[in-house]
Nanobody, 127 residues
Framework: QLQLVESGGGLVQAGGSLRLSCAAS????????MGWFRQAPGKEREFVAA??????YYADSVKGRFTISRDNAKSTMYLQMNSLKPEDTAVYYC??????????????????????WGQGTQVTVSS
């Protein structure tokens, strides 16, 4: 059973940076699509970014500011967040899906596409 644990959240001023990590245990990241989602208070969960072996996809709201990456040898995924804005404040969740060669990277912007979820890490950006 795959388990995901996020870390790296915290409080940062607007314009600052944070790096989130998602450590996986129970299996390697090979053949998995990995994604980041976030949920702000009173709002629905929203897609942030996803990474597959043949592509990366970002939500428009974070494109150019956030970078998703993965280190399969360390079974860890990362989200480098730069130029943070107060509207980036949310609980950030990592997720994993058994990859399908029939699905392109855009399919994985849907939360329902994922099989495993972490517990979340809080990111707060002050103005």
């Amino acid at each position: 059973q795959l388990q995901l644990v996020e870390s790296g959240g915290g409080l940062v001023q607007a314009g600052g940076s944070l790096r989130l990590s998602c450590a996986a245990s129970g299996r390697t990241l090979n053949m998995l699509v990995m994604g980041w989602f976030r949920q702000a208070p009173g709002k629905e969960r929203e897609f942030v970014a996803a990474i597959k072996w043949n592509g990366i996809y970002y939500a428009d709201s974070v494109k150019g500011r956030f970078t998703i990456s993965r280190d399969n040898a360390k079974s860890t995924m990362y989200l480098q967040m730069n130029s943070l804005k107060p509207e980036d404040t949310a609980v950030y969740y990592c997720a994993a899906a058994i990859a399908s060669s029939y699905r392109d990277i855009y399919y994985y912007s849907r939360g329902g596409a994922y099989d495993y979820w972490g517990q979340g890490t809080q990111v707060t950006v002050s103005s």
